[in-house]
Nanobody, 124 residues
Framework: QVQLIESGGGLVQAGGSLRLSCAAS????????MGWFRQAPGKEREFVST????????VYADSVKGRFTISRNNAVNTVYLQMNSLKPEDTAVYYC?????????????????WGQGTQVTVSS
């Protein structure tokens, strides 16, 4: 049974920072690309960032480029999302997901394992 568990969400003022973590059990993440997505109330789940299995390749949504950084530590089976300069429009539930292969993808439909999500709220 594969489980992805996100943590690190919370309430922060605009301009602040948060670091999300996604820990996996039941599966080694080291051979798979990973992604972060988010879903705001009344909106579809959208792509935020993805990272290759080696950690060398990353892709970001334009809305977070330059503010968010995705990284991973395969030794501890964990993926991170460092979020700086947060804005109220970043408020959402953030989900991590595991891709079925080493290849990165921005398409949420291609991810086969998902966490339960962690709430991020940015106040103005």
């Amino acid at each position: 049974q594969v489980q992805l568990i996100e943590s690190g969400g919370g309430l922060v003022q605009a301009g602040g920072s948060l670091r999300l973590s996604c820990a996996a059990s039941g599966r080694s993440l080291s051979a798979y690309a990973m992604g972060w997505f988010r879903q705001a109330p009344g909106k579809e789940r959208e792509f935020v960032s993805t990272i290759s299995w080696t950690g060398i390749s990353t892709v970001y949504a334009d809305s977070v480029k330059g503010r968010f950084t995705i990284s991973r530590n395969n030794a501890v089976n964990t993926v991170y999302l460092q979020m700086n300069s947060l804005k109220p429009e970043d408020t959402a539930v953030y989900y991590c997901a595991s891709a079925p292969s080493q290849y990165i993808t921005t398409n949420r439909l291609e991810y086969n394992y998902w966490g339960q999500g962690t709430q991020v709220t940015v106040s103005s």
